[in-house]
T-cell receptor, first 117, second 114 residues
Framework: DAGVIQSPRHEVTEMGQEVTLRCKPI?????LFWYRQTMMRGLELLIY????????DSGMPEDRFSAKMPNASFSTLKIQPSEPRDSAVYFC???????????????FGPGTRLTVL | AQSVTQLDSHVSVSEGTPVLLRCNYS??????LFWYVQHPNKGLQLLLK??????LVKGINGFEAEFKKSETSFHLTKPSAHMSDAAEYFC????????????FGAGTRLTVKP
């Protein structure tokens, strides 16, 4: 398996522009998580999905952030409009269905490094 | 609710000497505990996990961790450090019934000197 795939790996944009980050979870996994990592705040959970349904978005910083999971193999995290303080590394992680595979391990993608100028 | 505290933000060891990265946790439920490693400009990789089986857990690359309930600790150790072990290490606790609530420690940066 290719693991969790994220694109782009690096994104540089200007303040006010829309940014879309993409994630393909591991095939067969039914939970997907979006995290943000910064030096100041460490690793923060933004939102997670079970079976394509958003379960908890309390970590989403504000209305400028939105996430979707239209199907089991794809998710997006969108920031509109972007601001310099959104600069961070954004990670996507997926996890198998616990009942089937008896696991609670999250597998992380390589991350997207976002720089907003 | 659960939380995790990594007691050292930075640990420096010489190559070939033992590694000890400390982690204490709190959890309302029987916790699952994980150690992840992050090499520079890379994603997080699972080193090992404890899920109420054996209290001494062996992971990849010679790392192991011991779950001590009485001390609420889950310290990560390795007998002999290698230069390739230099990275950021995260202790993670997951204690909710559905294990969706994972709490990450602030991380410990391990430096290995030649």
């Amino acid at each position: 398996d290719a693991g969790v795939i994220q694109s782009p790996r690096h994104e540089v944009t200007e303040m006010g522009q829309e940014v879309t980050l993409r994630c393909k979870p591991i095939s067969g996994h039914n939970s997907l998580f979006w995290y943000r990592q910064t030096m100041m705040r460490g690793l923060e959970l933004l939102i997670y999905f079970n079976n394509n349904v958003p379960i908890d978005d309390s970590g989403m910083p504000e209305d400028r952030f939105s996430a979707k999971m239209p199907n089991a193999s794809f998710s997006t995290l969108k920031i509109q409009p972007s601001e310099p303080r959104d600069s961070a590394v954004y990670f996507c992680a997926s996890r198998a269905r616990r009942g089937a595979f008896n696991t609670d391990t999250q597998y992380f993608g390589p991350g997207t490094r976002l720089t907003v100028l | 609710a659960q939380s995790v505290t990594q007691l050292d933000s930075h640990v420096s060891v010489s190559e070939g000497t033992p590694v000890l990265l400390r982690c204490n946790y709190s959890s309302s439920y029987s916790p699952s505990l994980f150690w992840y490693v992050q090499h520079p400009n890379k994603g997080l990789q699972l080193l090992l996990k404890y899920t109420s089986a054996a209290t001494l857990v062996k992971g990849i690359n010679g790392f192991e961790a011991e779950f001590k309930k009485s001390e609420t600790s889950f310290h990560l150790t390795k007998p002999s450090a290698h230069m390739s072990d230099a990275a950021e290490y995260f202790c993670v606790v997951s204690g909710s019934l559905n294990n969706n609530d994972m709490r990450f420690g602030a991380g410990t940066r391990l430096t290995v000197k030649p």
